[in-house]
T-cell receptor, first 113, second 115 residues
Framework: KAGVTQTPRYLIKTRGQQVTLSCSPISGHRSVSWYQQTPGQGLQFLFEYFSETQRNKGNFPGRFSGRQFSNSRSEMNVSTLELGDSALYLC????????????FGPGTRLTVT | AQSVTQLGSHVSVSEGALVLLRCNYSSSVPPYLFWYVQYPNQGLQLLLKYTSAATLVKGINGFEAEFKKSETSFHLTKPSAHMSDAAEYFCAVTDRGSTLGRLYFGRGTQLTVWP
């Protein structure tokens, strides 16, 4: 099976712009979670989608949003970018509502200038 | 909320030496526990997981971890380090309940292996 894929791998944006990141889970996986990784804060949970519904949400401002499509692919959007949004954004998928291990994609490196 | 503590942000060992990376969690109910490895400019790779009554868990690349409820620990070990083990290692935990789908991570331990 193909692994989790994320596009784009690298992105440079300017403060105030918005950005959309994409994640394709492993085939058959219905849960997709998003994490932000920074040197200062480590790995922080953004949100999780299961069957097109947001099931869990982390402690991030409303500028961070996401959605999941019927084929389980997910996107996350960050509006009004700030310098502090520069990070590695990781997407992870898991097989079902009762499966706990998550499989991660390679991440999208976002740089905000 | 769950929390995970990884003691030692940096660990250095010689090639062939024992690797011991420490992880403690905070939960009154045994959660599900995981170890992930991250190589530079890559995502996280699952090394092993604890989700059942088997307290000694074997993973990939010769790693294993032992779940000790009395110590709320899940330390990662490997008998003999290899140069290719140099990477950052993350311990993670998830509840069995309402926060399903959310992993809580430790701050990571950077493992350096000297020749």
């Amino acid at each position: 099976k193909a692994g989790v894929t994320q596009t784009p791998r690298y992105l440079i944006k300017t403060r105030g712009q918005q950005v959309t990141l994409s994640c394709s889970p492993i085939s058959g996986h219905r849960s997709v979670s998003w994490y932000q990784q920074t040197p200062g804060q480590g790995l922080q949970f953004l949100f999780e989608y299961f069957s097109e519904t947001q099931r869990n949400k982390g402690n991030f401002p409303g500028r961070f949003s996401g959605r999941q499509f019927s084929n389980s692919r997910s996107e996350m959007n960050v509006s009004t970018l700030e310098l502090g949004d520069s990070a590695l954004y990781l997407c992870a998928s898991s097989s079902s509502g009762s499966s706990y291990e998550q499989y991660f994609g390679p991440g999208t490196r976002l740089t905000v200038t | 909320a769950q929390s995970v503590t990884q003691l030692g942000s940096h660990v250095s060992v010689s090639e062939g030496a024992l690797v011991l990376l420490r992880c403690n969690y905070s939960s009154s109910v045994p959660p599900y526990l995981f170890w992930y490895v991250q190589y530079p400019n890559q995502g996280l790779q699952l090394l092993l997981k604890y989700t059942s009554a088997a307290t000694l868990v074997k993973g990939i690349n010769g790693f294993e971890a032992e779940f000790k409820k009395s110590e709320t620990s899940f330390h990662l070990t490997k008998p003999s380090a290899h140069m290719s083990d140099a990477a950052e290692y993350f311990c993670a935990v998830t509840d069995r309940g309402s926060t399903l789908g959310r992993l809580y991570f430790g701050r990571g331990t950077q493992l350096t292996v000297w020749p």
